[in-house]
């Protein structure tokens, strides 16, 4: 069926591991490579028995406030960059304030405010670094891109036109030289590409399984649960249905999982061109406590039973295991994380290079709860995360990638 040109088990004590600062991380896993007939390359990494993280994620600065008005006080942050020699920035898109805090934690600048003014948002969500250090703000509704820098503030603009506005911004900044946009005609899925101008240049079309001619039709989404309602109809969305997981990488490539599949598997699509790599990670699926598929069963009845309709949906189409994949991203650096549930509830993240290869394994230290809805930023032993309390307040909290205390043997 294929070709094996490579297989390499990995039994190695010291790993060097560019962006997780680790220079005597250990791994026993085992890695293959094969070579497909397509040319595609396919990488298994296969975990021991019992395989522990090797690194724990550990907490050196929180920013943030339960209470108070200050700029440390965030509403909705949509937007989270790091700054070079430790400091950070984010987007609060309640607000519509860029702010800027130091390596101390300390505020240093806010940009922005409500508006239509120069250097002003009516609905930014997103921020990218840019060349140079500067911060991008999209800012769709307004039309427009908007640049500032770190300590001087606004800098220029560039007129934008977007129509899929979406919760957080999912575009990617390519080589500091070109931006990526997903897009979406409602038919065709695309990444428009566009230079530091905001000019449009390219449209690549994203690799589907869906034939192109195929209607869309609300009643058979594998994911969703349907309901008629007022002459209408309503989409409910499946818990822990394995959605796609898409990337957009520094370099400009795509990695996705597919839609409807819980396993451990990614492809990495290379803009124009084919798959040029699946990834597939042997970690056994985490079941799904029955205590938590009774809680979600539980509020989706109270949904319904707001709205005065009694009927019950089919239980039975919520998935017996959770998603193996739950987040993908980058590294400065280059090395692909990628968001996995522990057996205990918790969240691990797996540490790959660019290239598949298992790295190592990183842990959330205690008192960690990670926010959905941006993704950490991981540069050399450092990470920044946004995280929410019990009352679902977020921080900013700077984390240490240390090296995970051993098991006993």
Known sequence: MYERTQATLLAVACVALAGCGDSESRSDWTTLQDTLPSGTIRVTNIPPPN?????????????????????????????????????????????????????????????????????????????????????????????RMSVFDPEDGFIESFPFADANFGWVWNGAMVDGRRIHRPWSDGTREQIRVYDLTMTLVDSLPLPSDQPEDEEYDPRSQPGMFYLERDGG????????????????????RVWSTRDGHPEYRLARWEPGGD???????????????????????????????????????????????????????????????????????????????????????????????????????????LAWLIVTDEFDVQYVVRARIAPAARSPA
């Open 233 to 252: 109809y309503r989409l409910y969305g499946i818990p822990f249905f394995a959605g796609e997981v898409r990337y957009n990488d520094s370099r400009g």
């Open 51 to 143: 395989a522990s993280p090797t690194w724990l994620l550990v907490e050196e600065l929180r920013v943030g406030s339960l209470e108070g008005t200050g700029p440390d006080a965030f509403a909705y942050l949509k937007g989270l960059v790091a700054l070079d020699g430790g400091g950070f920035a984010v987007l609060d898109s309640q607000v519509q304030e860029l702010r800027v805090f130091g390596p101390d934690g300390a505020h240093v600048a806010t940009y922005g405010g409500k508006g239509q003014g120069p250097g002003e948002f009516v609905d930014a969500n997103g921020l990218m670094l840019g060349p140079g250090g500067r911060l991008w703000v999209p800012d769709a509704r307004n039309g």
């Open 275 to 381: 798959t040029a790599l699946f990834v597939e990670t042997r970690r056994p699926a985490v079941p799904v406590p029955e205590v938590e598929r009774d809680s979600v069963i539980d509020e989706m009845r109270q949904r319904l039973s707001n709205i005065g309709v009694d009927r019950q949906f089919d239980w039975s189409r919520i998935p017996s295991v959770k998603p193996a994949v739950e987040a993908v991203f980058e590294s400065v650096e280059g090395n692909l994380w990628v968001q996995t549930p522990a057996a205990d509830g918790g969240v691990l993240f797996d540490v790959y290079s660019g290239e598949g290869g298992y790295l190592g394994t990183a842990s959330l230290g205690p008192g960690l709860t990670l926010s959905d809805q941006i993704d950490p930023v991981v540069r050399g032993d």
